[in-house]
């Protein structure tokens, strides 16, 4: 399984954890073998994965600044690589 998870630019009152689950595909591999996966990150998707909840504006906000993106087997620091960054 490859999972997916993003850490979202400060927002001045609205604290995040540091990496956010943001989807995951399940390959099936033979042992020594490779593969690929898709993992579609869509912001206006219903689980919000590049928003935070603004309570002083009662609605979901994309932050600005830089978003990264790790790719790993677990949320284990261990088992995560950044696999890229954007801005926003």
Not at 17 to 43: H, M
Request: glycine share 10%.
């Amino acid at each position: 399984m490859v999972q997916a998870y993003v850490t979202l630019p400060p927002a001045p009152g609205l604290p995040q954890p540091p990496k956010r689950l943001i989807g995951f595909a399940r390959l099936d591999l033979a042992p020594g073998a490779s593969g690929e996966a898709a993992i579609t990150l869509d912001p206006g998707a219903s689980h919000h994965p590049l928003s935070v909840w603004n309570e002083a504006e009662k609605r979901w906000v994309i932050p600005q600044g830089t978003f990264k993106v790790w790719l790993g087997t677990s949320s284990a620091p261990a088992d995560l690589a950044l696999a890229g960054t954007f801005t926003r």
